[in-house]
């Protein structure tokens, strides 16, 4: 057959069309999943706001489809085709600039998403979504629908058990601020809770806890951690105020002698008497489910969380600042090392019995002997 541009066009018009058919038409005539049994019908704000989400460009950069090998990143179950049997046409996306949204359901109650959509550097403050203040009131609302759904019927369980939480913790903040706090710890173990600090309260410490401080949580907890960070306005129970040490009025010395609702500040353990670092620490690690408070575990590590947590009291707390003994020993201190420095103290004031008795069964000093003769003996043996 002869070259002429017709028969190319037709050739190529040909082998287009066969493409077509091949990938979109047929599969869309024979593949029909059977709904897995997480898979449920959209309601109709969900599907409303399905349609918001597509119009908004949100799959440019959210994908729906966990691939098995995201399992380790705590994605939840891979995708099945079958967890789209309702979806006309499927918009999964592909792009992975934004997390992962097919679990996205009750991973965040519903002020967090008001919050977030409004700007995300609100309750994010590194975030590069873009703001979508302009999806206002029922449209929001539509949204939020349906990103609450994403997840099917294990999804809709985590968001409904969100609301049922919020109720209440919105019943403990109204009551008063030291009715919210116990309230908050009666859900927290009770050996975080008594757990010593173990990274001191140094400068140090303090430094780098500010720079996260700045980057994960002034959004919400306000740059002078009074809780009026820009999300506030969306959020309820709003974020924490930990300066209410302060604004409570209180004397610090002897609460009893002036109770005023709010915390107080316990000088013989550097600590508000009900906000230890070990509460602290547990609260960003898992987040405060029913409020907006979110979990940290998958972004800051033991040591930042402890850092934070040191800035949050010193700076807004009270908590005072401690010498500081080096960055190697700040990390690697344990409880009973605090014991020994307290032991330090009353040497200084030659109370020696008193020393010896707060010294404890396991004192430092002697695993450190042990290990520096350790270290003699190795250098001699360079030396030779
Ligand atoms: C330019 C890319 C981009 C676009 C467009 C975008 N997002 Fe995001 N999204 C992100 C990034 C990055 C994050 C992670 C940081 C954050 O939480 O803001 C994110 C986070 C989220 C989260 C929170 C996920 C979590 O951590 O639990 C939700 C929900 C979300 N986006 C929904 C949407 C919706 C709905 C739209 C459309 C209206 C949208 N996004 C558009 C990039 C994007
Ligand atoms: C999206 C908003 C948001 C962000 C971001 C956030 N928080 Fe919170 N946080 C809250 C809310 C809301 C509460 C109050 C919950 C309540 O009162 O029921 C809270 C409560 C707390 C509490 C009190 C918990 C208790 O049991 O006493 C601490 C401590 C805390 N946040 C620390 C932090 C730290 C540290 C960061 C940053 C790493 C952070 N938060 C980031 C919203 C947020």
């Given amino acids: 057959m002869k070259m002429t541009p017709i028969t190319l066009m037709v050739g190529a018009t040909l082998v287009m069309l066969s493409v077509i058919l ?23 704000d969900e599907l409303e706001g399905r349609q918001i989400y597509i119009k908004n460009g949100c799959l440019y950069c959210h994908s ?5 090998m995201d399992w380790g990143m705590g994605s939840g179950l891979a995708a ?12 999964l996306g592909s792009s992975r600039n934004g997390p992962d949204l097919m679990h996205e359901a009750g991973y965040h109650p519903d002020d967090w998403h008001w919050a977030h959509f409004e700007n995300p550097r609100y309750t994010r403050p590194q975030s590069f979504m873009p703001s979508f203040s302009y999806i206002k009131g029922e449209d929001r609302r539509k949204l939020i629908a349906y990103i609450q759904c994403l997840g099917g019927i294990d999804g809709r369980k985590r968001a409904e058990q969100q609301r049922a939480l919020k109720n209440i913790l919105v019943q403990y903040y109204q009551k008063s601020p030291a009715d919210n706090l116990a309230y908050l710890n009666s859900t927290l173990p009770s050996a975080w809770l008594a757990l010593p600090n173990p990274v001191p309260v140094t400068k140090g410490s303090v430094e780098r ?7 994960y949580c002034a959004g919400c907890h306000g740059e002078h951690g009074d809780g009026r960070g820009p999300s506030k306005p969306f959020l309820n129970p709003p974020p924490m105020d930990f300066t209410l040490v302060q604004a409570s009025g209180a004397d610090p010395a002897a609460p009893q002698a002036n109770p ?7 000088y013989a353990r550097n600590q508000v008497s009900d906000i230890t670092n070990g509460a602290i620490y547990y609260v960003v690690l898992y987040g405060i489910p029913g409020s ?14 402890w850092d934070v947590g040191n800035y949050v009291g010193w700076a807004f707390m009270g908590w005072k600042m401690e010498p500081y003994s080096g960055r190697y020993e700040e990390l ?17 004031s030659a109370n020696l019995p008193a020393a010896l008795s707060a010294l404890g069964p396991s004192a430092s000093h002697r695993r450190f002997g ?3 003769s350790a270290y003699q003996r190795r250098k001699k043996s360079i030396r030779r």
């Fill in 332 to 348: 690697t201190r344990r409880p009973w090392e605090h014991t020994w420095e307290r032991g330090q103290s009353h040497l200084a």
């Fill in 64 to 68: 729906q489809d966990t691939r098995d």
């Fill in 370 to 372: 042990v290990a520096s």
């Fill in 209 to 215: 806890g500010r720079v996260l401080y700045v980057a």
């Fill in 22 to 44: 091949g990938n979109i038409i047929m599969p869309a005539q024979v593949f029909h999943p059977k709904p897995t049994p997480n898979t449920i019908m959209y309601t109709r």
């Fill in 260 to 266: 005023q609702p709010g915390y107080h500040y316990d």
């Fill in 80 to 91: 099945q085709p079958g967890d789209y049997a309702f979806d006309s046409p499927e918009a």
């Fill in 292 to 305: 907006a408070m979110p979990q940290f575990k998958g972004q800051l590590e033991s040591e930042k969380i």
